[in-house]
């Protein structure tokens, strides 16, 4: 099984600012197949990022996804209201599918 | 757009039978386009992935819920169903249903999600 961390738990920014979350896997993932996801309070997960760096339908530009191997950053840029959330990243390379554990993107 | 919706108990007593219905609109579960998993999301915590079918009944299960869990189809009524047996507190959670795309060669990520239903494990 692939476990993946995030770093950090929490992540204290301003809006406007930018944002750098981390997915370090326990092993290589397939193929770079890594998802990123975005869930508000209340809510599901939206998938925000597949492949590693493509966007899923209608996500805004300013959300970027990198990396390859066993190290993933999403980066959001200018920060807005909406965006203050919880953030998971997935692999989807092997069974069992496995996410971190989250990074929490909080208003400073 | 396709729609999910998780529905069935909200409170399940321990040691018996967690059983949850996803209905699927707006989209075919007979394409054979998608794989069709269960995530759970207990208070506070992360997601953790349940299992899934597929059209051909072909399943996969992540082994720590393995010896628990059946996970079935029915085409009929656009559905699929989860059920999870001897339950303990501990399978408090957010229960989700969700799709998975797939191809000839891979199982894509989770594209589209139901709400997402309470159950509680309780007495």
């Known amino acids: 099984e692939i476990v993946l961390t995030q770093s950090p738990g929490t992540l204290s920014l301003s809006p406007g600012e930018r944002a750098t979350l981390s997915c370090r896997a326990s092993q290589s993932v397939s193929s770079s197949f890594l998802a990123w996801y975005q869930q508000k309070p209340g809510q599901a997960p939206r998938l925000l990022i597949y492949?590693?760096?493509s966007r899923a339908t209608a996500i805004p530009d300013k959300f970027t996804g990198s990396g390859s191997g066993t190290d993933f950053t999403l980066t959001i840029n200018r920060l807005e209201p909406e965006d203050f959330a919880v953030y998971y990243c997935?692999?989807?390379?092997?069974?069992?599918?496995?996410f971190g554990q989250g990074t929490k993107v909080e208003i400073k | 757009q396709v729609q999910l919706q998780e529905s069935g108990p909200g409170l399940v007593k321990p040691s018996e039978t967690l059983s949850l219905t996803c209905t699927v609109s707006g989209g075919s579960i007979s394409s054979g386009s998608y794989y069709w998993s269960w995530i759970r999301q207990p208070a506070g915590k992360g997601l953790e992935w349940i299992g899934r079918?597929?059209?051909?009944?072909?399943?996969d299960f992540n082994p720590s819920l393995k010896s628990r869990v059946t996970i079935s189809l029915d085409t009929s009524k656009n559905q699929f169903s989860l059920k999870l047996s001897s339950v303990t507190a501990a399978d408090t959670a957010v229960y989700y249903c969700a799709r998975a795309g797939t191809t000839v060669t891979y199982v894509g990520p989770f594209d589209s999600w139901g709400q997402g239903t309470l159950v509680t494990v309780s007495s």
């Open positions: 997935q692999q989807y390379g092997s069974s069992p599918r496995t």
């Open positions: 079918i597929y059209l051909s009944g072909s399943t």
């Open positions: 492949g590693a760096s």
